[in-house]
Nanobody, 126 residues
Framework: QVQLVESGGGWVQAGGSVRLSCAAS????????MGWFRQRPGKEREFVSA????????YYSESVQGRFTISRDNAKNTHYLQMNSLKFEDTAVYYC???????????????????WGQGTQVTVSS
């Protein structure tokens, strides 16, 4: 079973940057599409970004397009979310997730992922 651990969250001023990391262990990392979700206060968990197993495709929600960049380093079993130009509304618990090849659900849905980290808090001060 894949285990995921996020790191890099914290407090940041609006307009600043944070890079989140997600370290994976267990099953082979590079066969999974990896994603990031977030849960903002009072809202349901939402899709943020995803990256294909070979890094050839990247996906972003409209709210973060142009500001966030997802990447992965399969040799280190780690993927990242570089978050720039942060806004107050980016404040959330951020979760990394892994999507198995057998999962037939959409990559941008909660059901499309099989493994989840515990989350890391990102708080953006306005």
């Amino acid at each position: 079973q894949v285990q995921l651990v996020e790191s890099g969250g914290g407090w940041v001023q609006a307009g600043g940057s944070v890079r989140l990391s997600c370290a994976a262990s267990g099953r082979p990392f590079n066969v999974y599409t990896m994603g990031w979700f977030r849960q903002r206060p009072g809202k349901e968990r939402e899709f943020v970004s995803a990256i294909s197993w070979n890094g050839g495709r990247e996906y972003y929600s409209e709210s973060v397009q142009g500001r966030f960049t997802i990447s992965r380093d399969n040799a280190k079993n780690t993927h990242y979310l570089q978050m720039n130009s942060l806004k107050f509304e980016d404040t959330a618990v951020y979760y990394c997730a892994a999507r198995s090849p057998e999962n037939g659900m959409q990559y941008d849905s909660f059901e499309g992922y099989d493994y989840w980290g515990q989350g890391t808090q990102v708080t953006v001060s306005s």
